[in-house]
DNA sequence: GTTATATCGATACAGTTATATCGATATGCA
DNA sequence: TGCATATCGATATAACTGTATCGATATAAC
């Protein structure tokens, strides 16, 4: 009876699937050649995908809106709340701690911490038991890439299981702790470099 | 003679290794394996991946530093510089705009719009001239979410030829414009989905 | 009620990406 | 000078991801 396996692809189009729907203004029943046509995505792919957090589909209609809304919700966890830590409030820390997209997903950065005493920060004394006692899951990293190591090594000493690093760092970790990296300076190169191949098959034509 | 094709997957571990060799202290060669376990890659993978941008390995030593850097840099545009602006200078879009990680991928944010005049923006009536006379192919997006998609009509109407997206909106554009959402909120919320499955794993071992 | 059809679910195929293996070769060292 | 070996380059295989096709079925339309 089963359809499909859960792999990082279909993961990471799950939320685009949610966020489509939860914008959607119509209550209409959605389907598979709908989502793909809006999102620019086959049909089947998106089937499949819908396929590994429901089975309500059906024939002629497709899904109901409200339905594969919870069953996606459910399935990423976007029910449970998840509480985030942020240290580094500079610049793109406080635009991240007031960033308030992240709610729809569950996800709470319940305090920010900074060496300099500023704002709401809390100050870095306070990090390790705050952690412990709020049963913290996950830590956002905004420091200079000077810092970001020690930072991260304060975070390992709490009960913290993912890290979300933004600093062009390579972090040592435990192994029981996820670590994503974000380099925004690399994406953007990424992109370029597409552009310009785009640009140059266009002259060879 | 040929051995690796330019692949998705390939172009976004190029800046990685490049990122790695700028910041390694040492100015000793540098082989597969070795960059392989630093990153935690696959050696083969390593080798197939760098044949792609140089073919000046030998057997026993490796790459000379130096020179890999020069053809990745080469290879991924490193050394062509390239012009963007921001429209939205506000929480994000400032910290953006500060950054200064992007110099050293040829990339300058030279010069920053928003509705509101604040700092050195720039109001959004010079925006289409500016970007004409001055050769802009890049556009970033930083306003809210409901203004996304006229910023971006009004990027089309230059030479701006990619555009980095941080509004939680799917832009429409012209076939020739290339678009890279970025969605902060789902990538956390994946980054999460990822530490609950694997702490059900350790659950159930 | 019967029929037409849009969509689902399943299977088969194709393309992309990662890994395993092996001979060739440049270098270091005896 | 000759031998040992780390790494390269190449080819083969495996895993993952995406696409095409087709019968089954629930619904809408008549
Ligand atoms: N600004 C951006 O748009 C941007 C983009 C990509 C990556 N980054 C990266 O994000 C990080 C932060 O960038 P930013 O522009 O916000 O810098 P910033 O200097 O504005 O902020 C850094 C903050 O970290 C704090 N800090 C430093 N060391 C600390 C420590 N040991 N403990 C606690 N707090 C500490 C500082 O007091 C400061 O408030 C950097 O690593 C940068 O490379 C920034
Ligand atoms: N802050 C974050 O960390 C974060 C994270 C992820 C995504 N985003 C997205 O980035 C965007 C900006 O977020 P922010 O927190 O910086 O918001 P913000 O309100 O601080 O900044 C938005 C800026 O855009 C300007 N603006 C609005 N409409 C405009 C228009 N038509 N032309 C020119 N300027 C215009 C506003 O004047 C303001 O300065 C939003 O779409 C948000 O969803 C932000």
Known sequence: MLQN???EAVLERLPIYYEYLRKLPSEENVSAPILAKALNLGEVQ???DLALVSHKGKPKTGYEKSELMADIKNYMGYDQKTKAVLVGLGK????????E????FGIEIVQAFDREQTRLTKTMDS???YCITEHIEVGIITVDEVHAQEVCDLMATTGIRA???FAPVRLNVPDYIIVQNVNMATSLS????????????QVNL
Chains 1, 2 share one sequence.
């Open 127 to 129: 990090f390790t038991s």
């Open 101 to 104: 997209g992240f709610q729809e």
């Open 163 to 165: 890290i979300w690093n």
């Open 5 to 7: 396996t859960r792999t």
């Open 190 to 201: 990424i992109l370029i470099k597409h552009m310009r191949d785009q640009i140059e098959n």
């Open 46 to 48: 998106v089937r499949k």
């Open 92 to 99: 793109l820390g406080s635009a991240l701690y007031d960033y």
